[in-house]
């Protein structure tokens, strides 16, 4: 559908009051709802023509019979088909895990869609649970939600969830937006990246800034650095800290210098050299102050310092300042990712574990708790390491050991972790040896929202790369023989529509051999290779 009359219709949407107007019409918002989910779909459909909806369809109705559906939200199952066929990037390739696992995560991401009175969120659990704040709202995967949400036809949903946190949580009894740490700076900004709404960031950038602030004044400490509790971090019985230790932890650290890089950058849009110019010196000096105190030589990686003094085991935290770019491009800090692929290291047979399997104390703290971080594979965890490895591998000259395949393998092996008793299946967190879902069969825990895997695919293993200009930038994380084809099909990308395919022979899609890119239908780059590659949109 052209980008104006989306934008029509979603504004029209926008308009949540009991009914809308349209002369001589009036429609309610449920009947609103069907009206944009049928017509963008079908505009969808007939603009895009390469890979339709049936996958869509199939996978959809397969996930829906496999679900009681014990709790409805703002899009029920019945009308998942519709929701996604309007709203989400379609994919096809040859690995059927990851195209499986694709709809699924999309499929449960629309299943924690909810409309309340203070706007649409996501929630975290499908189940209420204790410690959440107004309406089961959770920030802990806010990140993760707004990079995953970042690819939605229709943004209201994340504009108002956004909204909800940055602007509307403060206003309640009990506050929670503060409950865990958060790189919601940093999600917002690469979100802009996508869809270019100057206006909403703008209106975001002063609240953001008031928040940074109030981090400051709760967690910074004299010398500049953060702390954090590891509950805080969303990562309780870790083995680097504990529910009341406040130690200076690679992931807060991290996030706030992402945080502070993203303000310099918003800052930057609005050619506000002032405040520019405080988030590029808070940047500066917290990127020295975590490669000085959190980097241990020895070990070659980021640790956690602790209240004693001392730093604390390897843990997959230690992979997130490559989330943010953070560490030099030198040899020397590239060392770290060879833990990834050490099975004595992070790398087990399901998944990236969340602390070294050589640890004396992995998997020790199962006893009286209902989290561990300690060992276990968190797809949290395995999200943020899985972005950071390919940050390193499309960013930077020294990369050590890894390569496509490795993140390929590791992007595989998570998808190919989505099963529980023979059935797709999202949860906590997982023993590393045989899969298990460790709180079981827990309702709390079904269909859990607390990572990505879209965006993955998206934005990192076909590699569209969102950029500030309009330079059309692909750096796909594809093996060389390791697919003859692919699509990535009704992206709506700086208000166009693009169509990424990879065809080896050109017999697939008949569009001709190599790497195209179409935008609105027309082709705006062409490579021989499936390998990094740039033009003009």
């Known amino acids: 559908m052209p980008a104006s009359g989306l934008r029509l219709l979603n504004n029209a949407f926008r308009c949540q009051t009991s009914a809308y107007s349209i002369p001589g019409v009036?429609?309610?918002?449920?009947?609103?709802?069907?009206?944009?989910?049928?017509?963008?779909?079908?505009?969808?459909?007939?603009?895009?023509?390469?890979?339709?909806?049936?996958?869509?369809?199939?996978?959809?109705e397969y996930f829906n019979s496999l679900d009681s559906e014990d709790v409805k939200n703002y899009v029920s199952n019945a009308q998942a088909v519709d929701w996604m066929a309007a709203n989400v990037p379609l994919f096809e390739c040859p690995d059927s895990a990851i195209e499986k696992i694709y709809y699924y995560r999309w499929w449960t991401f629309r299943k924690h869609l909810k409309q309340t009175p203070a706007g649409f969120i996501f929630d975290e659990f499908i189940t209420p649970v204790k410690h959440a704040g107004k309406y089961n709202g959770i920030s802990c995967a806010l990140g993760h939600?707004?990079?995953?949400?970042?690819?939605?036809?229709?943004?209201?949903?994340?504009?108002?969830?956004?909204?909800?946190?940055?602007?509307?949580?403060?206003?309640?009894?009990?506050?929670?937006?503060?409950?865990?740490?958060?790189?919601?700076?940093?999600?917002?900004?690469?979100?802009?990246?996508?869809?270019?709404?100057?206006?909403?960031?703008?209106?975001?950038?002063?609240?953001?800034?008031?928040?940074?602030?109030?981090?400051?004044?709760?967690?910074?400490?004299?010398?500049?650095?953060?702390?954090?509790?590891?509950?805080?971090?969303?990562?309780?019985?870790?083995?680097?800290?504990?529910?009341?230790?406040?130690?200076?932890?690679?992931?807060?650290?991290?996030?706030?210098?992402?945080?502070?890089?993203a303000l310099t950058k918003m800052a930057a849009v609005f050619k506000n050299d002032s405040l520019q110019k405080v988030y590029n010196q808070k940047a500066i000096r917290l990127k020295k102050q975590i490669n000085d105190s959190l980097w241990n030589n020895?070990?070659?990686?980021?640790?956690?310092?602790?209240?004693?003094?001392?730093?604390?085991?390897?843990?997959?935290?230690?992979?997130?300042?490559?989330?943010?770019?953070?560490?030099?491009?030198?040899?020397?800090?590239?060392?770290?990712?060879?833990?990834?692929?050490?099975?004595?290291?992070?790398?087990?047979?399901?998944?990236?574990?969340?602390?070294?399997?050589?640890?004396?104390?992995?998997?020790?703290?199962?006893?009286?708790?209902?989290?561990?971080?300690?060992g276990a594979i968190w797809p949290f965890a395995t999200t943020q390491t899985l972005k950071g490895l390919s940050n390193l591998l499309c960013n930077y000259r020294n990369r050590g050991n890894m390569n496509a395949k490795v993140f390929y393998d590791e992007l595989h092996k998570y998808a190919m972790s989505h099963v529980m008793n023979g059935r797709t299946y999202i949860g906590e967190y997982q023993d590393e040896k045989n899969g298990a879902w460790l709180k079981g069969d827990?309702?709390?825990?079904?269909?859990?929202?607390?990572?990505?895997?879209?965006?993955?695919?998206?934005?990192?293993?076909?590699?569209?790369?969102?950029?500030?200009?309009?330079?059309?930038?692909?750096?796909?994380?594809?093996?060389?023989?390791?697919?003859?084809?692919?699509?990535?099909?009704?992206v709506l990308y700086h208000g166009k529509n693009l169509t990424i395919l990879w065809d080896k022979d050109g017999k697939k899609y008949g569009k001709g051999k190599g790497l195209r890119v179409f935008a609105d239908g027309k082709e705006v780059l062409h490579s021989d290779k499936l390998k990094a590659a740039k033009g003009g949109i």
């Open 26 to 60: 009036r429609l309610s918002g449920i009947m609103l709802l069907a009206l944009l989910m049928t017509v963008t779909g079908i505009f969808a459909q007939k603009g895009k023509g390469i890979v339709g909806t049936k996958k869509l369809k199939g996978y959809t």
């Open 145 to 261: 939600h707004i990079y995953e949400g970042r690819w939605l036809r229709d943004q209201q949903y994340i504009d108002q969830y956004i909204n909800f946190w940055v602007f509307k949580d403060k206003t309640f009894p009990a506050p929670r937006f503060h409950s865990f740490s958060s790189w919601v700076d940093n999600a917002v900004y690469n979100r802009y990246l996508v869809n270019q709404d100057k206006k909403f960031i703008g209106g975001l950038l002063p609240a953001l800034d008031a928040d940074y602030r109030k981090w400051e004044e709760e967690r910074q400490l004299p010398g500049g650095m953060f702390w954090q509790f590891d509950v805080k971090d969303g990562m309780e019985e870790s083995v680097s800290g504990g529910r009341k230790v406040k130690n200076k932890r690679p992931s807060i650290n991290s996030y706030m210098y992402g945080n502070a890089v």
């Open 298 to 374: 020895d070990a070659a990686f980021f640790e956690t310092l602790k209240e004693d003094g001392t730093l604390a085991p390897r843990e997959a935290i230690g992979f997130i300042p490559w989330y943010f770019n953070l560490p030099d491009d030198k040899a020397n800090y590239a060392k770290a990712w060879n833990q990834l692929t050490d099975t004595a290291g992070f790398n087990a047979p399901w998944g990236i574990t969340t602390a070294e399997r050589r640890e004396p104390t992995f998997r020790t703290r199962g006893s009286g708790h209902s989290c561990e971080w300690d």
């Open 442 to 490: 827990d309702p709390r825990s079904c269909f859990y929202n607390h990572s990505g895997f879209c965006d993955l695919v998206i934005s990192d293993l076909i590699g569209l790369k969102p950029r500030a200009d309009d330079v059309l930038e692909l750096h796909p994380l594809i093996p060389e023989g390791q697919w003859d084809w692919f699509c990535l099909d009704n």
